[in-house]
Antibody
Framework: EVQLVESGGGLVKSGGSLRLSCAAS????????MNWVRQAPGKGLEWVSS????????YFADSVKGRFTISRDNAKNSLYLQMNSLRAEDTAVYYC???????????WGQGTTVTVSS | EIVMTQSPATLSVSPGERATLSCRAS??????LAWYQQIPGQAPRLLIY???TRATGIPARFSGSGSGTEFTLTISSLQSEDFAVYYC??????????FGQGTKVEIK
């Protein structure tokens, strides 16, 4: 079964840091671009960051550029999001999502909640 | 950045009735559009990609149409499990992926 499981969320103070992880199973992780998408409470979906199969191409939303870092470890089938200088507006459920290979996400994790207190 | 606009924000429908959801792009996205269903407390689930292709395991009552800037998701006969929020997403020009703000389908 194809599965993505996020972890690492929690409560952090404004200006703090947090590292999210996403464990992949059931597919060949190294052959897929991976992404983070977030959803603020009661709001819609917002793409955060993407990383290509070999980490050669990395992209960020303007709202997180310079504060967040994305990485992956293909040997461990894992995706990461390092979040620094956190703000209240970063409060959201963060989803790990697999790119189908055709530029849209086809598999999503269950999400991990990040709460930034001011 | 391409802006995706969905309408209506909320759609009240009785079980068994048809639901029609709209999504408009601020510029052409060709057929590079996907639809997702999100049940409260759950992750989004891919329904439709390439504007009209159902994802694996998606029932035939879900159909998508459109191209360019105007798209429609139709649920032919609403079942109880279909009451959820639906999002459209363009992947023609990315980054960034951009999503619509969602349409909530509620029980009338």
């Amino acid at each position: 079964e194809v599965q993505l499981v996020e972890s690492g969320g929690g409560l952090v103070k404004s200006g703090g840091s947090l590292r999210l992880s996403c464990a992949a199973s059931g597919f060949t992780f190294s052959t897929y671009t991976m992404n983070w998408v977030r959803q603020a409470p009661g709001k819609g979906l917002e793409w955060v960051s993407s990383i290509s199969r070999s980490s050669s191409y990395i992209y960020f939303a303007d709202s997180v550029k310079g504060r967040f870092t994305i990485s992956r470890d293909n040997a461990k089938n894992s995706l990461y999001l390092q979040m620094n200088s956190l703000r209240a507006e970063d409060t959201a459920v963060y989803y790990c999502a697999r790119d189908s290979g055709y530029d849209f996400p086809d598999v999503w994790g269950q999400g991990t909640t990040v709460t930034v207190s001011s | 950045e391409i802006v995706m606009t969905q309408s209506p924000a909320t759609l009240s429908v009785s079980p068994g009735e048809r639901a029609t959801l709209s999504c408009r792009a601020s510029q052409s996205v060709s057929s590079n559009l996907a639809w997702y269903q999100q049940i409260p407390g759950q992750a989004p689930r891919l329904l439709i990609y390439s504007a009209s292709t159902r994802a694996t395991g998606i029932p035939a009552r879900f159909s998508g149409s459109g191209s360019g800037t105007e798209f429609t998701l139709t649920i032919s006969s609403l079942q109880s499990e279909d009451f959820a929020v639906y999002y459209c997403q363009q992947y023609n020009n990315w980054p960034p992926w951009t999503f619509g703000q969602g349409t909530k389908v509620e029980i009338k």
